[in-house]
């Protein structure tokens, strides 16, 4: 498809392609950049994994809340998919199987992120969602359906988090363990909207785990 951010740029990082053996797709959330979230990476730095950072378009990838008629959300949103869809195309073309390509999303981007995994589910290497959840008004467990075949899956938000509603970090963990995802979910008390390091470690071991 063409959309918004089909033509933005994609930040490579870490280890090159011809040496990568695992693969971390980072999307950034509202009002920042891929080099950005590139740089957050680093926090999660190990040899042998190469990342790439898609772009949004004037640096957001849809305009409304993530809780809104998805409709108001498009073409955004449809767009910002295929750019995390295009991303791990490019790994796979360097030769780095699925399975050892981690999703990773921060506010919007983990929204996104999210989308991207349950609307095209299959055994990544991983997904960490943090301070996001499912798109749409409501999540309804007849709208999704595979197999994530025991994937990690990572959720961490704050309980008061403003623009997370918490009750949506509960039904997105629901629908991730419907489709067989290896669940983890942690709610921080009065964190704020933010990574902390305890997010910050268990993401940092599931990349290590994308080498091991």
């Not at 009750?167 to 669940?183: C, K, M, P, Y």
Request: proline content about 6%.
């Amino acid at each position: 498809m063409t959309g918004p951010h089909q033509n933005q740029p994609l930040v490579t990082a870490g280890a090159p392609f011809d040496a990568a053996g695992a693969a971390l797709v980072l999307v950034h959330g509202r009002g920042a950049t891929a080099q950005s979230i590139v740089q957050m990476g680093d926090e999660f730095h190990q040899h042998g994994v190469a990342y790439l950072a898609p772009q949004a378009a004037r640096n957001t990838w849809y305009p409304n809340a993530f809780t809104a008629p998805v409709e108001s959300n498009e073409p955004g949103r449809t767009s910002g998919l295929q750019a995390i869809d295009d991303a791990v195309s490019k790994a796979n073309e360097a030769g780095i199987q699925t399975d050892r390509i981690m999703v990773l999303g921060f506010s919007q981007g983990a929204c996104l992120a999210s989308e991207f995994v349950v609307r095209n589910p299959t055994r990544y290497g991983g997904l960490a969602v943090l301070s996001g959840g499912l798109i749409g008004e409501a999540v309804d467990p007849d709208d999704y359906d595979g197999n994530l075949e025991e994937m990690p899956v990572f959720l961490g938000c704050s309980d008061v988090d403003p623009h997370i509603p918490q009750e949506r970090v509960h039904e997105s963990a629901e629908i991730f363990e419907q489709l067989h995802g290896d669940v983890s979910k942690r709610l921080y008390k009065g964190m704020g909207h933010g990574i902390n390091q305890d997010e910050v470690d268990h993401v940092s071991t599931m990349v290590a785990e994308l080498v091991e």
